[in-house]
């Protein structure tokens, strides 16, 4: 059933604020969705990130194109497609159906199923890690068939617990996220029309000011100065000190003092902090400062699990002198197994104290 917010009565009875504020509970029937340049564009994005993000992935320094790229750059696309294909409609035989390669005007619906298959494909699988596991460490080949399904079933465990779960995460209209109301405002400034208020500006050109100014920024941290993505004052005053590095460092330490003038290392745990209530951002922050300002520095300086012979902050795995564990020396090869008795002989398995 379609609701006019002119026409009808309807009133947004959505529980929280910021859903009734941004999401509009209006409806055009007549918007053509699935469309021709739906399918097009909307498989050309989602297979396009699958395999960019996951052959970027391999890198030390991540490179990660969200499906906000895509939900940007596929408006230029689709408002092209709809300027120049035929507007023939072709009748199906023997039925009531037509079809026409361009059914008017890129619809703003169109470009929300577009970004939806951009999103579904954007994050890499996690199974393939277990597949790049075996082969780059392991050196075990694993058979094109069964890392297939093994990438499909995983996936598709995921698909069905959402499908479980749908009723409390998605269908409750307490269950909100923040982070798609940024994506819906986003549609709104690119597809509805506003006027233009005396001396204001519309969303559109809000959007592209910002865009064009943070992309124009974003040269500095990446590209002249990549110092300035963490910026570690203590380390600045106590320069020989390893105890100052251990605690100011915002690369390799507690990061203590250590500040950004680098949009990305902010944005790098919660995505963006603007999208987020304050509630949540302030929720972190506290299992944060615990984590990294009491709980880690004390383990550390008290040497629990011989902590202060690792590094404080790394993702390695140590033998018991602090070197990088041998795994070669603890595996056996041919059964594929772990060999218990070189283990006893070489060392138990460390981690360093944060992890
Ligand atoms: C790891 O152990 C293997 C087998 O004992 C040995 O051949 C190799 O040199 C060791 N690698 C390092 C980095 O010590």
Known sequence: TFVDAKTDDEVDDNPIEQVRLTVPITDDPSEPTITFRTWVLGLLSCTTLAFVNQFFGYRQNQLFISSVSAQILVLPLGKLMAAVLPTTQFSVPFTKWSFSFNPGPFSMKEHVLITIFANSGSNSV?????????????????????????????????????????????????????????????????????????????????????????????????????????????????????????????LKGLGIGSFALDWSTIAAFLTSPLAYPDVAVINMLIGFIVIFYIVTPIAYWTNAYDAKRFPIFSSHTFDHDGQTYNVSRILDEKAFDMNLKEYNSYSKLYLSVYF
């Not at 199974?127 to 080949?141: D, G």
């Not at 209209?173 to 923040?178: E, K």
């Not at 002249?224 to 005053?237: H, K, N, Q, R, Y």
């Open 126 to 250: 996690y199974a393939v890690n277990i597949i790049t596991i075996v082969k780059a460490y392991y050196h075990r080949s694993i058979h094109v068939m069964a890392a297939f399904l093994l990438a499909h079933t995983t996936q598709m465990l995921g698909y069905g617990w959402a499908g479980l779960f749908r009723r409390y995460l998605v269908d409750s209209p307490y269950m909100w996220w923040p982070g798609n109301l940024v994506q819906v405002s986003l549609f709104r400034a690119l597809h509805e029309k506003e006027k233009r208020r005396r001396g204001g500006r519309t969303k559109m050109q809000f959007f592209i000011i910002i865009f064009v100014s943070s992309f124009a920024y974003y040269i500095i941290p990446s590209f002249f100065f990549p110092s300035i993505t963490a910026l570690s004052l203590v380390c600045w005053i106590w320069k020989d000190s390893v105890t100052a590095q251990q605690i100011g460092s915002g």
